[in-house]
């Protein structure tokens, strides 16, 4: 490895697999709001992913959170209901919630202290606040933080069926 990470410092093999399952599961996440976003533009599926493709999480999310509030406040919730529309929003609110924890493995570089923890620092370029440098993860958390982003998947995937699919043809219900 480089030359940050001594052979003690190197996460161990469940740590490392703990960190690529959390990592890949955000990237599920980021597909699913992206998904859920165009859904909510009224946009068939193909074209609304090409126009969302590249955007990042924290910014579908406020479009999807837009969105919500056209749908609620031009539509008066005729397209998807007042119901759905806070279904809706609770999904994107769990999503939320998990990016914060997730954006430590994002922004952050880690060391093994134990078998049991990891610590993350921050080696942006500007100076870090002393609450943000460092993070310290148990291995409880990171398969609990785990879970939160699979759970947060799920909500989102039932969240986008409550939204009628739009085809290149006409609008067709799927809910």
Same mark, same amino acid.
């Given at each position: 490895?480089?030359?940050?990470?001594? =052979?003690y410092?190197?996460?161990?093999?469940?740590?490392?697999?703990l960190?690529g399952?959390?990592?890949?599961?955000?990237?599920?996440? *980021? /597909? +699913?709001l992206?998904?859920?976003?165009?859904?909510?533009?009224?946009? =068939?599926?193909?074209?609304?992913?090409?126009?969302?493709?590249?955007?990042?999480?924290?910014?579908?999310?406020?479009?999807i *959170?837009?969105?919500l509030?056209?749908h609620?406040?031009?539509?008066?919730? &005729?397209?998807?209901?007042?119901?759905?529309?806070?279904?809706?929003?609770?999904?994107? &609110?769990l999503? %939320?919630?998990?990016r914060?924890?997730? +954006?430590?493995?994002?922004?952050?570089?880690? /060391?093994?202290?134990?078998?049991? &923890?990891?610590d /993350? /620092?921050?080696?942006?370029? %500007?100076?870090p #606040? =002393?609450?943000?440098?460092? %993070?310290?993860?148990?291995?409880? *958390?990171?398969? +609990?933080?785990?879970?939160k982003?699979?759970?947060? +998947?799920?909500?989102?995937?039932?969240?986008?069926?409550?939204?009628p699919?739009?085809?290149?043809? %006409?609008? *067709?219900?799927? #809910?």
């Open positions: 490895m480089s030359g940050f990470h001594t =052979p410092s190197t996460p161990t093999d469940e740590q490392a697999a960190v399952h959390i990592v890949m599961a955000w990237a599920i996440t *980021e /597909f +699913n992206r998904h859920l976003a165009s859904r909510l533009a009224m946009m =068939p599926d193909m074209p609304g992913r090409s126009i969302t493709e590249g955007m990042t999480g924290h910014a579908t999310i406020e479009r *959170e837009w969105l509030h056209l609620a406040h031009h539509y008066g919730d &005729q397209v998807i209901g007042a119901e759905r529309r806070v279904a809706i929003a609770d999904a994107v &609110q999503a %939320k919630s998990v914060g924890e997730r +954006n430590t493995f994002a922004h952050h570089i880690s /060391f093994r202290t134990s078998d049991d &923890q990891l /993350f /620092f921050s080696l942006g370029g %500007k100076q #606040a =002393p609450s943000s440098y460092e %993070k310290v993860l148990q291995l409880h *958390e990171l398969k +609990n933080l785990r879970r982003i699979v759970s947060a +998947n799920d909500a989102l995937e039932t969240a986008t069926g409550l939204i699919e739009w085809t290149e043809r %006409k609008s *067709e219900a799927s #809910a």
